[in-house]
């Protein structure tokens, strides 16, 4: 359509041509152009054209034409290409303006710089000999890749953390490779290493001044072997203003490096933010690069000493494998990189920001060059043919800043999504009076088929708290244990239904229910969420946030609140507004899985979550889940999706989260998947509801900014194994609720907010790593069967060494939760008036903090009256946000308390469990979300004050 100039010619001049369709027009208007076009580029002098509309007015189009000279342009303005275009456009426009230009300077584009990608992820002992021979496995896969120059393997001293060191052309090269789908498979072996322990940095190559020296190929000696052969990274810090002093002086370095005994090839690298610089050489040994630094002339005091002694961040990785390149003219990096244009930052970021979820890539990548045909990408949410499609890119926000503070509802917090996680933090704000308004872009509620099956038993005393267990054990049915089977053998069958200790056992109830159950115990709280109202953008300031909606209508309202909550799942548009990025980047199965609810006649042990796994030669190569749904033999069934979906997948980006790209499976697939790996003879029937789905995994950088944060999968992404990502975002609400709701009142000490990311982004962290690992085993990986079931079920999850929880034990606690831990029941306790036996769940049930004081048997009676002094200071501290008890032991001399409750440890099992026997006087804070705040033994009046200082405002 566009003629080709020739190499470099910059346009002379540029004529734009603006025109208003007539209604109704629009694409008879771009079709029209789009003929004439392929006219107007067979004129001389044309270089090329464009068509461009306005975001916002659709029907107006501008028409932009660059030419070699003006001579050019008159010739055309006088040609029959000129009539044609003039005539096709006649009977569909209404106005147009033209204006010629004289192009008097163009800028090219910075060329891209190479790069290295360091990746870097942890094994455990034993699993070095693995990870290399899959390392190499995935080497020999992957070939030649577009900007793939090299790789090396790099080992750390302790021999538990590995770095793939790979040199690519550009970034954009590497972020295209990484993002395609259809090299997946190509690492499926390394899968099982890329948890989140997965770490990626990009490092722009600034200078290598080995550029003519070869890469020779180093084979893996095995991962049970050392090598000398070393990579030494020095990493410095450098001011902008003296990088071109920094990168000079660097080159002068390498010049005295380059003769040294056992120096080989080394290279200068910049950290993306340009503050530090990387001097990565390679070296025969640790030894020959020691002897060398030795010499202050050449290091110390050398041309890099200045910025060696402000301080030097060096880290030693022996030099394990190099592959072969992938190609023998594959381009060398030169000793002069071409100069960056001036590093610039805005002053000031935009008022508004536009909160537009990732886009259609279809739409804006146009028609696929591939001849494979393949279904459009549509999100997984509640089932196959639910229409949903992605948000289009949005125009620029307004300044939303200049609206009226008045606009909208008035609001405390707008939580934006209703799905478990949000419906939870709305509970947990309308439980305390907060005005909260919930909207969800989705028209309707979930009726069938969702993600998320699985019930914590954390989740289940979260949901004892807010008053709705009964109704979903009601709904749902019990999981009872889980069997195990790894190339058709059974390996593990373990029963779950033993652990007294628990108040609740392990509950499948699907995702819909789940939600339906939190709506409405939400709504007789007086909240009702607004469906089919999607947020469009935001922007907050000191006293804000100021949000844009717009209705299923297509109506747009701007709405104020304090705080501004985003629980709206993978493709989060609250995430995408603050610019929120996923560390080390986005991780991704290499598989595709197929989901489908089935009826099985097997006569495996009901109740029981069962996993098929097979594993050749360290390959993960097939998994059959099934999970327990109610009714008779009923399973919802993950699996490896069948071969003619993978071998069909598509290139391109693939955004975060489920998402469904292809027909749904028949069941037929089911059977077959069965066949290959399930019991023999085992029929499957009556499939209700069936998708294929991949799913990327990860967590966000930062979980808040300002007075906006998110939550849920908004937050992480988590891989289907353990069914933790729903809980995980049920946790992220349950800990923001109740601080956020004391911030709300003025009534948080000045970092408790900050309190929320401390806390949940490490646990976070841990879960998403933990379910990535047990994807790719056969999720038995620890000898203590009971302890694993604790952490699969999040109740040994805590926040120990938060800012937010301390204590004060000169001689320690002999037994009891640590501060951050979960704070166990305990049953048989009493209560004078109460003809049953009490739980301590009864006392810390609600929505403020419960100091839970102990005193023995041989506390004197003053010493009672004392804490009962004590139990009244702190409500006036906290501003009766903290509710006091005394646990007296059963033979404790209590006198006559008027504002102390008095629950006697009859049994002493709460001495037991909370290690308080023999204290005298002890003292545990339970914080509302059930987790120790503060303990202290004996009693330290002036340290728990301290302690509530920092959570309350004083």
């Not at 353990?722 to 003025?746: E, H, P, S, Y």
């Not at 005298?920 to 509302?928: N, S």
Request: with cysteine; aromatic share 8%.
């Amino acid at each position: 359509m566009t003629a080709a100039p020739e190499a470099g010619t910059p346009a002379a001049v540029r004529t734009l041509l603006r025109m208003r369709a007539q209604e109704g027009c629009e694409a008879a208007f771009e079709a029209a152009w789009r003929q004439a076009a392929a006219e107007i580029s067979r004129v001389p002098g044309n270089l090329r054209q464009e068509l461009m509309r306005d975001e916002a007015d659709p029907r107006w189009f501008a028409i932009v034409s660059d030419w070699t000279d003006r001579a050019s342009v008159d010739a055309f303005g006088r040609s029959a290409a000129r009539e044609t275009l003039t005539e096709a456009l006649r009977d569909l426009r209404e106005d147009a303006t033209r204006s010629t230009f004289t192009v008097l300077a163009t800028v090219p584009a910075e060329r891209p710089r190479p790069v290295r990608i360091d990746f870097s992820t942890s094994v455990k002992p034993g699993e070095q000999v693995a990870f290399e021979r899959a390392y190499t496995t995935v080497t020999e896969r992957i070939g030649d890749s577009r900007g793939y120059v090299r790789e090396e393997l790099l080992r750390d001293a302790a021999g538990l953390r590995y770095h793939i060191f790979a040199e690519w052309e550009s970034e954009a090269d590497f972020v295209a490779w990484v993002e395609d789908p259809s090299h997946m498979a190509a690492g499926a072996p390394l899968a099982r290493w890329h948890s989140v322990e997965f770490r990626r940095e990009v490092l722009e190559i600034r200078r290598r001044p080995d550029a003519d020296a070869d890469f020779p190929p180093l084979l893996s000696p095995g991962g049970d072997v050392e090598v000398e052969r070393v990579r030494v990274d020095s990493a410095v810090a450098v001011e902008s203003w003296e990088q071109e002093a920094f990168e000079l002086a660097y080159l002068a370095a390498a010049q005295l490096a380059r003769s040294a005994p056992g120096h080989a090839r080394e290279e200068l690298l910049r950290e993306a933010d340009g503050r530090r610089y990387h001097v990565v050489a390679e070296w025969d040994s640790e030894q020959h690069f020691t002897d060398w630094t030795a010499e202050p002339a050449n290091w110390a005091a050398g041309p890099l000493g200045r910025w060696l002694a402000r301080g030097e961040d060096r880290r030693v990785f022996a030099l394990r494998v190099r592959p072969e390149p992938p190609s023998a003219t594959a381009d060398t990096v030169p000793d002069t990189v071409p100069d960056a244009a001036p590093d610039t930052v805005p002053d000031a970021l935009p008022a508004a920001v536009p909160v537009t979820p990732e886009p259609d890539l279809e739409v804006l990548a146009g028609p696929p060059v591939s001849t494979v045909p393949s279904a459009s990408v549509q999100e997984f949410v509640e089932k196959p043919d639910d229409g949903h499609v992605a948000a289009a890119p949005l125009p620029a926000a307004a300044d939303l800043g200049d609206v009226a503070r008045t606009a909208g509802r008035a609001v405390e917090v707008l939580v934006v999504g209703a799905g478990p996680a949000g419906l939870t933090h709305a509970i947990e704000l309308a439980r305390r009076g907060v005005a909260v308004r919930v909207v969800d872009k989705r028209p309707e509620a979930s009726t069938q088929a969702d993600k998320a099956i699985g019930i914590h038993c954390r989740t289940m005393e979260i949901w004892e708290d807010q008053g709705i267990v009964t109704e979903a054990m009601d709904a749902g049915i019990w999981l009872y244990g889980q069997t195990v089977f790894v190339n058709g053998v059974q390996t593990h069958q373990v029963d779950w239904a033993g652990l007294d200790e628990l108040p609740y056992a392990h509950l499948g109830l699907p995702q819909y229910d789940t939600e339906r159950i939190l709506g409405a115990r939400l709504a007789s709280l007086g909240v009702v969420v607004e469906r089919g109202v999607e947020l469009v953008a935001f922007a907050q300031d000191d006293e804000g946030v100021t949000a844009r909606l717009r209705h299923v209508d297509g109506g747009e309202e701007t709405t104020r609140a304090q705080y501004l909550v985003g629980c709206d799942g993978a493709h989060s548009a609250v995430r995408s507004g603050l610019g929120l990025s996923f560390e080390g980047g986005l991780s991704m199965f290499p598989q595709l899985f197929m989901l489908g609810d089935v009826d099985v006649d097997w006569d495996l042990p009901a109740g029981h979550l069962v996993r098929f796994v097979r594993i050749e030669e360290d390959d993960f190569t097939g998994m059959l889940v099934c999970v327990p749904l109610k009714g008779r033999n009923r399973y919802r069934i993950a699996t490896l999706a069948p071969e003619r979906w993978q071998e069909a997948v598509g290139s391109g980006v693939v955004p975060p989260g489920f998402w469904q790209e292809y027909e749904p499976p028949t069941l037929a697939d089911m059977q077959a998947a069965i066949d290959d790996l399930g019991p023999p003879g085992t029929t499957a029937s009556n499939l209700r509801w069936s998708s294929i789905f991949r799913i990327k995994h990860g967590i966000v950088d930062r979980y808040r900014e300002g007075r906006v944060f998110v939550a849920g999968d908004a937050a992480h992404l988590h891989p289907p194994a353990g069914g933790q990502g729903m809980n995980t975002g049920i946790q992220d609400a349950w800990n923001l609720g109740w601080k956020l709701a004391l911030a709300v009142r003025g009534e948080a000490a000045p970092g408790l907010l900050d309190s929320y990311e401390a806390e949940r982004r490490p646990a976070g962290k841990m879960i998403v790593d933990r379910a990535v690992a047990i994807a790719f085993t056969d999720e038995m990986d620890m000898a203590d069967e009971k302890a694993q079931f604790l952490l699969e079920m999040q109740m040994t999850m805590n926040y120990a060494g938060s800012p937010l929880v301390g204590e004060t034990a000169p001689g320690g606690f002999p037994a009891g939760p640590e501060p951050g831990h979960r704070a166990p029941d305990v049953q048989g306790l009493r209560r004078f008036g109460v003809a049953h036996p009490l739980r301590l769940f009864d006392l810390t049930r609600g929505t403020r903090s419960t100091l839970l004081l102990h005193a023995d048997a041989g506390v004197p009676e003053e010493q009672v009256l004392a804490l009962e002094k004590l139990a009244v200071g702190v409500r006036q501290q906290t501003r009766g946000e903290v509710t006091a008890y005394l646990l007296a032991a059963p033979d404790a001399r209590v006198p006559p308390l008027v504002d102390l409750p008095v629950v006697r440890d009859a049994g002493g099992a709460f001495a037991a469990a909370y290690g308080t026997a023999g204290a005298g006087t002890a003292a545990y804070l339970v914080r509302p979300d059930g987790h120790v705040g503060f303990r202290s033994r004996p009693l330290d009046e002036d340290a728990l004050r301290d302690h509530l200082a920092g959570v309350f405002a004083q």
